[in-house]
């Protein structure tokens, strides 16, 4: 009799243990569940100028690391973002094949607006656009992106004469290359980060985007990709 109770009672022990063991599992399980659809599925419309950047410097951080979450990457997401865009950063990148503006800051689909060309510069026609995703599609900062040994920067300090449409392109990188001659140090690294910064200063000359910087809306910052490392460092 006493061996029976014991056994009851230690049954009914184990039996209580292994619910709320079963319990706290279940919980953490869901828990991480939350956790990964989070991470798989952030919003970031909302952010002001200044968290933006930060949300871009901190992704590369994480690109950097080798810690990359790849958020908003999920079939969920491409449908979520089928029927609407709010970007929360514009991207004015190279062309260069080896600066994906979604992998190296960390983002998925319907994070970035992003505009591509040879030597990152503002044409009319990239202007217009991220004038569109800053107005129109809500973008909280513009950020022009060089990089590190860039082909038409090098082209344009050597003055390389070039066939066709590509002449405009290396036009368009002289004045940075003007601006960073008296440069101490390695001439291309110079003056990719002074034609980032004249591209800058063309961006903030749009008459829309000035408007939404005034009115806090906006940030306008160059920054410079280094190819060998994949860190992104803030110019202006």
């Known amino acids: 009799m006493i061996k029976k109770n014991i056994s009851r009672r230690f049954l009914f022990k184990f039996g209580a243990g292994a619910v709320g063991t079963g319990v706290l599992t279940a919980g953490i399980g869901s828990n991480l569940i939350v ?3 989070a991470v798989a599925q952030e919003d970031k419309k909302d952010l002001t100028s200044e968290e933006a950047l930060q ?4 992704g590369n951080q994480r690109f950097v690391a080798r810690k990359r979450r790849s958020p ?3 079939p969920a997401r491409i449908v979520e973002v089928a029927k609407s865009q709010k970007p929360f950063a514009s991207i004015l990148g190279c062309a260069d094949s080896r600066v994906p503006a979604e ?3 960390d983002q998925g689909f319907g994070d970035l607006f992003v505009c591509r060309v040879a ?15 800053s107005l129109v599609l809500g973008s909280k900062i513009i950020m022009v992106l060089g990089h590190k040994r860039c082909g038409a920067v090098d082209a344009t300090i050597k003055g390389a004469q070039v066939p066709g449409h590509i002449s405009s392109l290396l036009d368009a990188i002289k004045l940075g290359v003007e601006r960073s001659k008296n440069v101490p140090g390695d001439k291309v690294e110079n003056a990719c980060k002074a034609n980032v910064l004249v591209q800058v200063e063309k961006l903030k000359a749009s008459t829309v985007l000035s408007q939404l910087i005034d009115a806090k ?12 490392n994949g860190k992104v460092t803030i110019l202006s």
């Open 55 to 58: 949300s871009l410097i901190e």
């Open 35 to 37: 956790s990964e659809r």
């Open 119 to 133: 030597g990152n510069i503002a044409t009319s026609e990239e202007i217009g656009s991220l004038e569109f995703g």
């Open 217 to 228: 809306q906006l940030t306008i910052v160059g920054a410079y990709y280094d190819l060998d």
């Open 72 to 74: 908003n990457q999920t």
């Open 103 to 105: 992998i190296v800051f």
